[in-house]
């Protein structure tokens, strides 16, 4: 689903005249087959974060490919990427990144009008995300008045609501008490054996690391090596 070939990329900071190039990922290559959980660790500083946000889109790599279900997503322009990933891209991310100013309905069902999906259709796939995530008695509730986990949970069914075949997630559970954390892991690998859905997650965290099907570790910029769970 996911194909990784000779990625590299780099941060330029200073004026011209006067720049300093920081390498962050050097010769990257690894894929991420169809219904897998891969986790990517490594250090602060090692460069997982640029990577899924590489993976996302979100910025160009300077050399390279990605792959994303056979599309060469790397080399589409701004505003392709943008309607390709509402198709084929979910997202978790550590801070919710929820909208406080509205419900947990309004949040799941935001990705459904993005996507031009007619209100019917919207109101019975965002009523069935919040049975999924057992949330259908807080759906007037704002994600101030929810617990982290239960934001977390608004996420996940925003992340799944436009049936995404990939989920990218960002430190999942770093804002998530340990407990907590625990049920999000067991909720992933669910969704993962019921429906098939790929993960690519970045995390720090050794608890998350082993839900991984393969870990990929990233030191320095590079992959280090892999693991099987």
């Keep these: 689903m996911i194909s990784i ?15 300093t190039i920081i390498p962050v990922l050097r010769d990257v290559t690894f894929e991420v087959g169809k219904g ?13 974060s640029t990577l899924l946000n ?13 792959i994303i279900d056979g599309v060469e997503a790397s080399a ?17 991310f550590q801070s919710f990144q929820l909208i406080p100013s509205m419900t947990a309905y309004q949040n799941i069902e935001l990705p459904l009008i993005l996507k ?4 019917n259709e919207r109101k019975n796939r965002t009523n069935e995300m919040l049975k999924m995530v057992g949330l259908s008695d807080y759906q007037d ?26 989920i990218l ?10 407990e907590t954390e625990e049920d999000l892991l067991e909720f992933i690998i669910k969704l993962n054996e019921d429906f098939g859905i790929t993960f690519l997650i970045i995390t720090h ?15 320095d910029g590079r992959v280090l090596e892999e693991a099987f769970a």
């Excluded at 997630?169 to 340990?178: H, I, K, V, W, Y």
């Excluded at 082993?210 to 570790?217: D, F, L, N, P």
């Design 116 to 119: 031009g999906i007619n209100e």
């Design 54 to 66: 590489l993976v996302s889109g979100f910025i160009r790599p300077k050399d390279g490919e990605i």
């Design 205 to 219: 965290d050794e608890r998350v690391a082993r839900i991984g099907h393969r870990t990929i570790e990233l030191r």
């Design 36 to 48: 897998e959980i891969v986790t990517i660790v490594g250090r602060s500083g090692s460069g997982k």
């Design 5 to 19: 070939k000779n990625l590299s990329h780099d941060f330029e900071i200073g004026k011209r005249g006067n720049k």
């Design 169 to 178: 997630a960002d430190e999942p559970t770093g804002s998530l008490d340990s």
């Design 76 to 92: 589409m322009n701004e505003s392709k990427f943008a309607d390709f990933r509402i198709e084929k891209l979910g997202f978790i």
């Design 141 to 166: 509730h704002y994600p101030g008045e929810l617990s982290g986990g239960q934001q977390q949970r608004v996420s996940i069914a925003r992340a799944l609501v436009v049936n995404p075949p990939i």
